[in-house]
């Protein structure tokens, strides 16, 4: 089953109205429908949580990953029963480190977490962070917001390409500057109407590394 059937499929099953799915993403009624029919099969990361919630269902099942939508169900709240926090976030593809490479999202997989919160992880290219200890071929883990702190390492896209940086904001001027973790590279300076092709995806809160 595709994504936008799913959509349309639990959408119906629960009675909520395309208007109800539209309001809670801030988008059109229209855009709902064309994720329905397949029209717009890319759901932008940012949409997922949100459409599941109001879906009363997880990302996985929307996507695809998961055949069950009622895995969201969570038995702590069951007397004397203490829920084992392990859980699985998917491993949606690769990030630069280095220069920003195209954000296609390409799902590899689950990565396992224990007391990591986090909501997909991603796999790392390129050696720009390696004064972070983040490594060629690192996971790293994202939780997923649209701002972070002033000196905190996000993912980022940048005109429809991903990268891994620590973000500067310069409230004075404007600003907003992307540093890597290595002297060869230069940091990218972006100000004004440049910040319009901004958009970060979270913050990255773990890493796992491939060096053993």
């Known amino acids: 089953m595709k994504t936008g059937e799913r959509i349309k499929n639990r959408r119906k099953e629960l009675s909520i109205t395309a208007d109800t799915v ?3 993403l801030n988008i059109s009624r229209a855009t709902i429908f064309r994720y329905e029919r397949g029209e717009s099969d890319k759901i932008p990361l940012e ?3 949100p459409l ?3 879906l009363h269902t997880t990302p996985e099942y929307i996507m695809g990953w998961n ?4 895995d969201f169900k969570n038995i702590s709240n069951i007397n004397d029963i203490i829920p084992i926090q392990k859980h699985k976030i998917p491993l949606l593809g690769e990030i630069a480190c280095g220069e920003p490479i195209f954000a296609e999202e390409s799902f590899e997989g689950y990565m396992s977490c224990d007391n990591i919160k986090a909501d997909f992880a991603l796999r790392c290219k390129g050696d720009s962070m390696i004064n972070a200890r983040i490594f060629d071929g690192d996971i790293v883990f994202i939780q997923r917001q649209s701002i972070v702190n002033n000196g905190e390492i996000a993912a980022i896209i940048i005109d429809d390409e991903a990268t891994l ?5 310069n409230k004075n001027n404007n600003t907003v500057m992307l540093c890597p973790e290595n002297n060869k590279y230069q940091p990218f300076m972006y100000k004004n ?7 970060i995806l979270g913050k990255a809160v773990a890493f796992q590394s491939v060096i053993k």
């Open 165 to 169: 940086k620590r973000v500067y904001y």
């Open 193 to 199: 109407e440049e910040l319009d092709n901004i958009r």
């Open 22 to 24: 539209a309001k809670s």
């Open 47 to 49: 949409f997922l949580k």
């Open 67 to 70: 055949d069950n939508p009622d």
């Open 52 to 54: 599941a919630k109001v």
